[in-house]
């Protein structure tokens, strides 16, 4: 069975501290995977990675893949206030058709303190 | 980036009635849209996919007369929670995939649309 594994499950830090999150997986035929922040809404996309060691950077935030050991991190540096969210990892896994489904992990939760 | 509606954002409805969703990609065509059901401090799970002209795809466990799933169009995707009961209540999130750009698999979500049945 195809799953997706986060963790922590939550975290509490406080500003300017560094944070890794980790997701690993076990999925048919892995396609992508894909970090996304959800705040008291829908999920907003952040990052997804393909190929193995390769780092995507946005800001403060980044996210490497190793696809050899089946899992991803997500790294925040200089942490602010504002990235206190449920961090979720998902995966797009195979299927015939290749729909594009994705497989969710349970979520990290952060929360930064002033 | 590419924008999807839900409606209602959020509804209360009383067990045994039957309450619809809607999720519409507002500024493109979207083939496949996914519904989610998160619970409280839970991760999203996924329910069923939808692509435009054809029958829903429900995942194991999902029952697909309760949750009926419409998607006549390239922009409207419909789900009808129906006879509705207390353990139904969950927050619903949908996505679309927008096939026209670069990461076409990507998926856009919707903002979620909290059902209560009371």
């Known amino acids: 069975e195809d799953k997706v594994v986060q963790s922590p499950l939550s975290l509490v830090v406080h500003e300017g501290d560094t944070v890794t999150l980790n997701c690993s997986y076990e999925v048919t035929n892995f396609r992508s995977l894909l970090w996304y922040k959800q705040e008291k809404k829908a999920p907003t996309f952040l990052f997804m990675l393909t190929s193995s060691g390769i780092e995507k950077k946005s800001g403060r935030l980044s996210s490497i893949l190793d696809k050899k050991e089946l899992f991803s991190i997500l790294n925040i540096t200089a942490t602010q206030t504002g990235d206190s969210a449920v961090y979720l990892c998902a995966v797009r896994g195979g299927g015939s058709s290749n729909t594009g489904k994705l497989i969710f992990g349970q979520g990290t939760t952060l929360q930064v303190k002033p | 980036g590419a924008v999807v509606s839900q409606h209602p954002s959020w509804v209360i409805c009383k067990s045994g009635t039957s309450v619809k969703i809607e999720c519409r990609s507002l500024d493109f065509q979207a083939t496949t849209m996914f519904w989610y059901r998160q619970f409280p401090k839970q991760s999203l799970m996924l329910m069923a996919t939808s692509n435009e002209g054809s029958k829903a795809t429900y995942e194991q466990g999902v029952e697909k007369d309760k949750f009926l799933i419409n998607h006549a169009s390239l922009t409207l995707s419909t789900l009808t929670v129906t006879s509705a009961h207390p353990e139904d209540s969950s927050f619903y999130i949908c996505?679309?995939?927008?096939?026209?750009?670069?990461?076409?698999?990507?998926?856009?979500f919707g903002p979620g649309t909290r059902l209560t049945v009371t």
């Open positions: 996505s679309a995939r927008n096939p026209g750009t670069a990461v076409s698999y990507e998926q856009y």
